[in-house]
């Protein structure tokens, strides 16, 4: 069961090019009070949202399809301030690429309540 409300509220941004798993985590997030960005089908369009209104987390897939790479939206984000948590089938890639982006890594197929859980996580320990 998911909860409907957080004590740390938070803008997220999914990017994610599959749309079932991209409408999926849409819907997901916003039952569970949070305001959400996208979803961002490429890494051009993360990006260009976020440039419009910087998002407190992004859930980027890592396996983008087109020439830019979820790692490489990371990348661009982590400086700015942005949490990362990162979605791939790939663990291996994840766990040697993205670590260092990362406030958290969910390899996939995640459940909705693991994804609730680990953005409740990463806002509440930026938070403190």
């Keep these: ?18 749309d079932t798993l991209a409408h999926l985590w849409v819907t997901v997030l916003e039952h569970a009070g949070y305001q959400v960005a996208g979803p961002a089908s490429s890494a051009e369009e993360a990006l260009a949202e ?44 994840a766990s040697t690429e993205g670590w260092r982006l990362a406030a958290d890594i969910l390899i996939k197929p995640v459940s909705p309540s693991m994804l609730i859980k680990s953005v409740q996580s990463v806002l509440q320990l930026n938070a403190g």
């Design 1 to 18: 069961m998911l909860m409907s409300t957080q004590s740390v509220t938070g803008r997220i941004l999914v990017c994610e090019d599959n």
């Design 50 to 93: 976020a440039c419009r209104h910087l998002p407190d987390v992004a859930l980027i897939d890592i396996g983008l399809s087109g020439m830019v790479d979820g790692i490489s939206v990371a990348a661009e984000l982590v400086p700015l301030g942005v949490l990362v948590i990162l979605l791939t089938g790939d663990y291996q890639r």
